[in-house]
């Protein structure tokens, strides 16, 4: 299990650009699959995009082309990349295993705000 921590949130004008980072505690990050995902308020969470560890990413249809998911293995590091951003991007955003449990060790989040 892993212990991810986020941070890189915060409010930007609708079209504007922001980059989460995600620092990973534990043992084999190297070799798991990480992803990030999102919550937004009375929603449930979202798989929004993904990374193998070899760097092979898949993205939901709804960030397709906007966001960009990286790693650094060598730094135990996950980044989101996200531009063009929407009020409907507002949520709170989350690292994680592609595996993790709902019920596992989840971080803080950071709090993206998309709003004129």
């Known amino acids: 299990q892993v212990q991810p921590v986020e941070s890189g949130g915060g409010w930007v004008q609708p079209g504007g650009s922001l980059r989460l980072s995600c620092a990973v505690s534990?043992?084999?990050?190297?070799?798991?699959?990480m992803a990030w995902f999102r919550q937004a308020p009375e929603k449930q969470r979202e798989l929004l995009a993904d990374i193998t560890s070899a760097g092979t990413t898949n993205y939901q249809p709804s960030v397709k082309g906007r966001f960009t998911i990286s790693r650094d293995n060598t730094k135990n590091m996950v980044y989101l990349q996200m531009v063009n951003l929407q009020p409907s991007d507002t949520a709170t955003y989350y690292c994680?295993?592609?595996?993790?449990?709902?019920?596992?060790?989840w971080g803080p989040g950071t709090q993206v705000t998309v709003s004129s």
């Open positions: 994680n295993e592609v595996a993790a449990s709902p019920l596992g060790f």
């Open positions: 534990g043992l084999g990050f190297g070799f798991r699959p």
